[in-house]
Protein backbone atom coordinates (compact mmCIF):
# COMPACT_ATOMS: atom_id res chain seq x y z
CA UNK A 1 0.00 0.00 0.00
CA UNK A 2 1.63 3.09 -0.92
CA UNK A 3 1.22 6.75 0.96
CA UNK A 4 -1.60 7.96 -1.56
CA UNK A 5 -3.58 5.17 -1.00
CA UNK A 6 -3.52 5.15 2.77
CA UNK A 7 -3.81 8.79 2.70
CA UNK A 8 -7.60 8.09 0.94
CA UNK A 9 -8.04 5.24 2.87
CA UNK A 10 -7.85 7.57 6.34
CA UNK A 11 -9.76 10.61 4.56
CA UNK A 12 -12.77 7.59 4.23
CA UNK A 13 -12.68 6.56 7.55
CA UNK A 14 -12.65 10.00 8.99
CA UNK A 15 -15.63 10.83 6.48
CA UNK A 16 -17.50 7.72 7.61
CA UNK A 17 -16.78 8.03 11.42
CA UNK A 18 -17.81 12.19 11.05
CA UNK A 19 -20.96 10.81 9.19
CA UNK A 20 -21.92 8.16 12.03
CA UNK A 21 -21.17 10.77 15.13
CA UNK A 22 -23.57 13.39 13.42
CA UNK A 23 -26.53 10.66 12.84
CA UNK A 24 -30.15 11.55 14.72
CA UNK A 25 -29.93 8.48 16.15
CA UNK A 26 -26.93 8.74 17.90
CA UNK A 27 -27.76 12.28 19.13
CA UNK A 28 -27.38 12.71 23.31
CA UNK A 29 -30.81 12.71 24.97
CA UNK A 30 -32.42 15.74 26.83
CA UNK A 31 -31.40 16.13 30.08
CA UNK A 32 -34.45 18.22 30.86
CA UNK A 33 -36.30 16.31 34.11
CA UNK A 34 -39.85 15.35 33.69
CA UNK A 35 -42.84 16.67 35.70
CA UNK A 36 -43.46 13.69 37.16
CA UNK A 37 -39.88 14.02 38.84
CA UNK A 38 -40.07 17.60 39.11
CA UNK A 39 -43.85 16.78 41.42
CA UNK A 40 -41.75 13.88 43.14
CA UNK A 41 -39.21 16.47 44.21
CA UNK A 42 -41.36 19.47 45.50
CA UNK A 43 -43.43 16.89 47.78
CA UNK A 44 -39.98 15.82 49.06
CA UNK A 45 -39.49 19.32 49.95
CA UNK A 46 -42.85 19.87 51.15
CA UNK A 47 -42.05 16.63 53.66
CA UNK A 48 -40.57 19.03 55.94
CA UNK A 49 -42.71 21.71 56.05
CA UNK A 50 -45.71 19.46 57.24
CA UNK A 51 -43.16 17.57 59.48
CA UNK A 52 -42.78 21.12 61.24
CA UNK A 53 -46.04 22.22 61.06
CA UNK A 54 -47.45 18.80 62.93
CA UNK A 55 -45.08 18.88 65.40
CA UNK A 56 -46.10 22.62 66.22
CA UNK A 57 -49.60 21.50 67.06
CA UNK A 58 -48.64 18.42 69.22
CA UNK A 59 -47.21 18.55 72.54
CA UNK A 60 -44.54 15.71 72.41
CA UNK A 61 -42.01 14.88 69.77
CA UNK A 62 -42.92 11.25 67.72
CA UNK A 63 -39.27 11.34 67.01
CA UNK A 64 -38.72 9.80 70.86
CA UNK A 65 -41.14 6.65 69.84
CA UNK A 66 -37.84 5.76 67.05
CA UNK A 67 -39.79 6.32 63.63
CA UNK A 68 -38.88 9.59 62.17
CA UNK A 69 -40.79 10.00 59.01
CA UNK A 70 -43.75 9.35 60.26
CA UNK A 71 -45.85 12.01 59.67
CA UNK A 72 -45.37 12.87 56.18
CA UNK A 73 -46.01 8.72 55.59
CA UNK A 74 -49.58 9.19 56.72
CA UNK A 75 -49.97 12.54 55.68
CA UNK A 76 -49.57 11.29 52.41
CA UNK A 77 -51.01 8.26 52.84
CA UNK A 78 -54.57 10.73 53.70
CA UNK A 79 -54.33 12.38 51.15
CA UNK A 80 -54.46 9.67 48.50
CA UNK A 81 -56.95 8.14 50.33
CA UNK A 82 -59.35 10.65 51.04
CA UNK A 83 -58.16 13.30 47.66
CA UNK A 84 -57.19 10.36 45.43
CA UNK A 85 -54.96 13.23 43.81
CA UNK A 86 -53.68 12.80 39.99
CA UNK A 87 -51.52 14.29 38.11
CA UNK A 88 -49.34 17.18 39.17
CA UNK A 89 -50.65 16.47 42.93
CA UNK A 90 -50.77 13.39 42.56
CA UNK A 91 -46.70 13.22 41.67
CA UNK A 92 -46.43 15.65 45.28
CA UNK A 93 -48.35 13.10 47.37
CA UNK A 94 -46.06 9.99 46.21
CA UNK A 95 -43.08 12.78 46.85
CA UNK A 96 -44.23 13.27 50.37
CA UNK A 97 -44.61 9.40 51.00
CA UNK A 98 -41.30 8.91 49.73
CA UNK A 99 -39.49 11.57 51.60
CA UNK A 100 -41.21 10.19 54.66
CA UNK A 101 -39.67 6.36 54.12
CA UNK A 102 -36.07 7.96 53.40
CA UNK A 103 -36.25 9.66 56.49
CA UNK A 104 -37.63 6.74 58.07
CA UNK A 105 -34.99 4.56 57.03
CA UNK A 106 -32.00 7.05 57.12
CA UNK A 107 -33.01 7.08 61.68
CA UNK A 108 -32.38 3.29 61.34
CA UNK A 109 -28.64 3.41 60.06
CA UNK A 110 -26.47 6.67 60.68
CA UNK A 111 -26.91 6.84 64.08
CA UNK A 112 -28.25 3.55 65.13
CA UNK A 113 -24.66 1.86 64.21
CA UNK A 114 -21.87 3.09 66.37
CA UNK A 115 -18.60 3.53 64.55
CA UNK A 116 -15.33 3.14 66.05
CA UNK A 117 -11.66 3.62 64.97
CA UNK A 118 -9.18 1.06 65.30
CA UNK A 119 -5.86 1.20 65.29
CA UNK A 120 -3.26 -1.52 65.97
CA UNK A 121 -1.49 -1.98 69.49
CA UNK A 122 2.35 -0.47 69.34
CA UNK A 123 1.82 1.52 66.01
CA UNK A 124 2.50 5.38 65.46
CA UNK A 125 0.67 6.53 62.90
CA UNK A 126 2.45 10.16 61.81
CA UNK A 127 0.88 11.72 58.50
CA UNK A 128 0.09 8.38 57.02
CA UNK A 129 3.10 6.94 57.33
CA UNK A 130 2.99 4.34 60.20
CA UNK A 131 6.36 3.58 62.64
Known amino acids: MNYDELEAKVIDTIDNKTQFAQDAEFALPSIKPSNELIGLGIGG ?13 IPFDLGQFGIDGLVP ?14 NMLGDVTNGLIVAGIS ?26 VVY
Open 103 to 128: EAVSGFTGAKVEQVRVEPQNTHIQSG
Open 73 to 86: IVAGTLIKLVIKPT
Open 45 to 57: GVSGLVSGAFNKF
